[in-house]
């Protein structure tokens, strides 16, 4: 039988409303088209109801302000810090911060009060009323830091080289030395981090020093979730989005329980992540899209 036109009408519009372009792409799709603004009603509007509490954890390079030059550089935008205040401030959200920064610089940086900062890739953790919690350094190791600092400083900081000091792990970066110069301050820069007993990582233009315990972002978020959001927060609301390598080990952390987002525009990069979003101002989206669920 045929069907009544209005019918017929509203089934087209249905049709069409189903084949309209989809405005990101899931993780790990190839083939999807390059598209700048995620549909987040797509992805987070079966998961995250109104009225629903939330757990919102962030990265902060890369992810809630651009990357720029130099680290002081970095400013997030007043829209973002606007939101993410109201998010923090709504009674329905629980928010941290874990950046691979200082956790001073971070809130510093942030300025918003009523959120759990945590730093160098989650080593540290400063709560709102200014407690603060730091993974155990083993103090020998502890003890060297300064030493080892003076160290770099005197031997391998010339031509443009310096090093930043984030209280527990240092980096030292190379990105504005002379190219002549850098292979042999960067293996030199190696060799005196481990000589004081500190793990030496290769980065993007620099070698970072850690502490040699095993932690990461991703134990960092089970840590502060468990101990302030909810002891049973896999039954919860988390979400999660971050930029970085060091921030796969939350969307590892988290996956099939949260939602995360990898900021990326490389659509062949594998990632743990359920999508991924191509920009800081994606992300701004994101918490556009919290904020009207929350507020
Ligand atoms: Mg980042």
């Known amino acids: ?3 009544s036109t209005p019918l017929a009408a509203l089934s087209c519009l249905i049709l069409l409303n189903c084949l309209k372009p989809l405005i990101s792409w899931p993780a790990n799709d190839k083939h999807a088209s390059d598209m700048s603004q995620p549909d987040f009603d797509q992805y987070l509007g079966d998961y995250l109801k109104p009225g629903d509490t939330v757990a919102l954890l962030l990265d902060y390079d890369g992810t809630l ?3 720029t030059s130099h680290p002081n550089l970095t400013q997030m935008s007043d829209e973002m810090r606007e939101s993410l205040r109201n998010i923090a401030n709504s009674g329905k959200a629980f928010v941290s911060v874990i950046s691979g920064r200082d956790v001073d610089g971070v809130k510093e940086k942030i300025g918003i009060n009523n959120i759990i900062y945590s730093g ?3 080593l540290e953790v400063l709560y709102p009323n200014g407690t603060r919690h730091n993974q155990g350094i083993p103090k020998d190791v502890a003890d060297n830091f300064d030493k080892m600092i003076d160290h770099l400083n005197r031997e391998v900081v010339h031509h443009g080289s310096w090093v ?3 209280r527990v792990s240092i980096t030292f970066h190379f990105r ?3 190219q002549k110069y850098v292979p042999e301050m960067a293996a ?13 990582n290769p980065a993007h233009a620099s070698v970072e020093g850690k502490p040699p315990i095993q932690w990461n972002k991703g134990l960092a978020a089970e840590y502060i979730l468990g101990s302030s959001f909810d002891p049973n927060w896999r039954t919860r609301k988390v979400l999660f989005a971050g930029d970085d390598t ?3 080990d939350v969307m590892k952390m988290i996956k099939g329980t949260g939602r995360s987002f990898r900021v990326t525009k490389d659509k062949d990069l594998v990632t743990n992540a359920d999508y991924k979003i191509p920009s800081v101002d994606a992300v701004y989206h994101l918490l556009k899209w919290i904020e009207s669920r929350v507020v």
């Open 246 to 248: 060091t921030d796969e």
């Open 164 to 166: 930043e000091n984030k």
């Open 65 to 67: 302000a651009e990357l």
């Open 188 to 200: 030199r820069a190696k060799e005196i981090i481990e000589s004081y007993g500190y793990r030496a």
């Open 120 to 122: 160098n890739h989650g």
């Open 1 to 3: 039988m045929a069907r």
């Open 176 to 178: 504005e030395a002379e």
